[in-house]
């Protein structure tokens, strides 16, 4: 069974950083694509940012791109969302997930992910 743990998220004003971590107990995380979507209040859950098993190629939502930056260290079995210049628009429930086999990193629906981890709250003030 494969655990994904996410951890970072806090409340910040807008214009801030935060860096979130998602890390796994699985013992092949290096052969999986990865990704992060958030969650806000009343509405659906929607893609962030994906990248392949090497970190070789990122996908990032329009709304994020140039602010987000997503990686991974294969060795420490974590990923990462490196979020910047953040937004009131931006809070919500952010989770990480693994990319099922087969899935191309342009797949940016949930059914395209097999395991989720809890999420974690951030929530950016005005």
């Known amino acids: 069974q494969v655990q994904l743990v996410e951890s970072g998220g806090g409340l910040v004003q807008a214009g801030d950083s935060l860096r979130l971590s998602c890390t796994t107990s699985g013992r092949s995380f290096s052969d999986y694509g990865m990704g992060w979507f958030r969650q806000a209040p009343g509405k659906e859950r929607e893609f962030v940012a994906a990248?392949?098993?090497?970190?070789?190629?990122?996908n990032y939502a329009d709304s994020v791109k140039g602010r987000f930056a997503i990686s991974r260290d294969n060795a420490k079995k974590t990923m990462y969302l490196q979020m910047n210049d953040l937004k009131p628009e931006d809070t919500a429930v952010y989770y990480c997930?693994?990319?099922?086999?087969?899935?191309?990193?342009?797949?940016?629906?949930?059914?395209?992910?097999?395991?989720w981890g809890q999420g974690t709250q951030v929530t950016v003030s005005s």
């Open positions: 997930a693994r990319r099922r086999p087969g899935s191309m990193i342009y797949s940016i629906t949930t059914e395209h992910y097999d395991y």
């Open positions: 990248l392949t098993f090497n970190g070789a190629y990122r």
